[in-house]
T-cell receptor
């Protein structure tokens, strides 16, 4: 069975701090995808990244970076120099093979960035 | 650039009533999904489609039906609404392959009394 754990329910930081959101997953599949999404207070959902299980290279996009480590089954998300606009709930997800890859979502981490 | 649109945005139903939620995308995506989001939880996949004329069950399909008669539209139906179906429903579409892109609709807040 697939499982995604986001152990941090809520994180509170002050603007300009770096913050890492943890994501630990469980799967028996060797082929899968990992995702991160952002849900700001307005409620919309924004896709951030998809990572193939065969690609363990870290990814950087502006202030965002992702660290994928198969050895620890983790796919952590770091925001550098956080800003108030980063305040949101962030979801990690794991998708299993089958059709279009059926996703399992974590419960989310609420990030609050104080000015 | 509309992306993914959903109608309606809000709806209140009485137990036993039926309704259809419409999702439309203008990006020529093959894959479309219907999710529900309940408080304190991530999204749960209800049904999905890998192309026009195809549908498949997700993780919580009971009480819902779907149809994808046209590539750009994915309909979610509730035949006999129950209070347990009170939720926020999101539609999504993605490109499947590379370059990968995925977009969500704005959501439909459904209350069943």
């Amino acid at each position: 069975a697939q499982k995604v754990t986001q152990a941090q329910t809520e994180i509170s930081v002050v603007e300009k701090e770096d913050v890492t959101l943890d994501c630990v997953y469980e799967t028996r599949d060797t082929t899968y995808y990992l995702f991160w999404y952002k849900q700001p207070p307005s409620g919309e959902l924004v896709f951030l990244i998809r990572r193939n299980s065969f690609d363990e290279q870290n990814e950087i996009s502006g202030r965002y970076s992702w660290n994928f480590q198969k050895s620890t089954s983790s796919f952590n998300f770091t925001i550098t120099a956080s800003q108030v606009v980063d305040s949101a709930v962030y979801f990690c997800a794991l998708s299993e093979p089958g059709g279009s890859y059926i996703p399992t979502f974590g419960r989310g981490t609420s990030l609050i960035v104080h000015p | 650039n509309a992306g993914v649109t959903q109608t309606p945005k809000f709806r209140v139903l009485k137990t036993g009533q039926s309704m259809t939620l419409l999702c439309a995308q203008d990006m020529n995506h093959e894959y479309m999904y219907w999710y529900r989001q309940d408080p304190g939880m991530g999204l749960r996949l209800i049904h999905y489609s890998v192309g026009e004329g195809t549908t498949a069950k997700g993780k919580v399909p009971d009480g819902y039906n779907v149809s994808r008669l046209k590539k750009q539209n994915f309909l979610l139906g509730l035949e006999s609404a129950a209070p347990s179906q009170t939720s926020v429903y999101f539609c999504a579409s993605d490109s499947g392959g590379l370059p990968y892109e995925q977009y969500f609709g704005p959501g439909t807040r459904l209350t069943v009394t």
